[in-house]
Every structure is written in C-alpha cells, then in structure tokens.
C-alpha cells in the first residue's frame, strides 16, 4: 500500500484533526476539577486513537484484511474510504461520506458538541457562585457531560470504527459512569440534603418526561 496513493500515513493531518477536536472539545468543557481533567483526557486518548488509524496506519484493515478480503472480495479494501467499515459492510457502493451511518455520525457529534455547549455555562455559572447547578440541561439530567462525551464517541465509532476505539467504548463508558458516582460523593458531602433531593428528582444520564416537582415527605 502507497501512503500517497490510499490516503494514509498523513499523520500531521492525523495530528492536526485530533488536534482539532479535542481543542473544540475543551473550548465547551473547560476541566476545572480532576475528575472533569480524567474524563476530558479518556476523550482525547479516544480521538487521537481515532485519527491515528484514519490518516496514520489503519491497524484494523490491516489485522483484519484477510477476512474481510475473502467475505467482501467486492471492496478495495487498501482504499481510504474502505476505512467506513459500516458502509462497506452493508453495501453503500456511493462515496461513504453520504452514507447513511456517516450522515448518523454527525448527528451524534454534533448533539454531543451542543450539549456540551449547553451544559458549560450553567455549570460556571453555578460553580462561581458556590450552589448546585439545577437550571438548563441539569434540570433533565445530572451529568449532561459525559452523556456528551459518549454522543460523541458514538459519533465516531459510525463514522470509522476500529478495533482499539471499539474496545476502548465500553471502558470509556463504564470509566466514565464511575467517575460521575465519584462526582456524587462528592456533591453529597458538600451540598449534603439538596444534593440527595436533586438525586431523587432528576436522572443521572437519560432524561425522562418532565413532572411537577416531588412531594415533600410532609406532602406525600
């Protein structure tokens, strides 16, 4: 495979997009505390991975070539594009950038990026005051954050799976769930009741139907 004539072995153009995205990324973020510095850094590991096999070396068109040859003889599999593995596997014989999970990549990354833009300014705002950030976003979800960050990996996983991002996403996942249970402590013993309160009356990532406020226990 010529580099030049498949599309790979362009790492500044590899280094510039992961570049690209995790400075888009921290521009909407902003980590302030360590775990928000743990959760943005597995991000950024997950996007240079990424970038890495699809303008660097496609390690998994490589480990997987022989298979994929034999099932899909039909597929230049030494190709750029064949890197939308998605698209190759389901027949999309267009150019893969109109297909139908890449047009679905985007709609994840960019609901991820604006959700991240959503929740920022209420959270600064509710830090700089020294309260529990409730308004916005975090009147429907408690860690609308990481439910961003995993939009976004979705996104990318659509777009060019691989083999290190596909095994990295369930860790990234189940990293990041453990990371908002440690946030929680941490809330519970700073805003102590409020906190427990906010807990029972709005979710920790999926966003159900908007209800009146909970009852007191006085009320109940």
């Known amino acids: 495979m010529h580099a030049s004539d498949a599309g790979y072995g362009l790492w ?27 959760g943005f850094g597995m991000f950024s590991a997950f996007v240079v991975a990424l970038f890495a096999e699809m303008y660097g070396f496609p390690l998994t068109l490589y480990v997987l070539g022989g298979w994929l040859s034999a099932n899909y003889p039909q597929v230049n599999w030494l190709s750029h594009d064949a890197g939308h593995l998605l698209e190759m596997w389901f027949g999309w014989r267009a150019n893969p950038h109109f297909g139908p999970f890449h047009i679905a990549s985007f709609v994840f990354i960019g609901g991820g990026f604006w959700l991240l833009s959503t929740a ?12 529990l950030a409730r308004e916005g976003v975090y009147a429907r979800m408690r860690h609308p954050q990481y439910v961003a960050f995993v939009l976004v990996l979705t996104g990318f996983l659509l777009q060019w799976p691989t083999l290190l991002t596909l095994i990295s996403f369930p860790v990234l996942v189940w990293a990041y769930a453990r990371l908002a249970r440690r946030e929680e402590k941490d809330c519970l013993s700073r805003f102590g009741d409020d906190y427990a309160r906010y807990m029972q009356e709005v979710p920790a990532f999926l966003p159900r139907r908007r209800r009146g406020p909970a009852p007191s226990p006085g009320e109940a």
Do not use: C, H, M
Request: net charge positive; aromatic share 28%.
């Open 120 to 131: 920022w300014p209420v959270l600064y705002r509710a830090q700089r005051e020294g309260r």
């Open 12 to 38: 500044l153009l590899a280094a510039i997009n992961a570049a690209f995205f995790i400075f888009f990324a921290w521009s909407f973020y902003k980590p302030l505390t360590r775990w928000d510095w743990r």
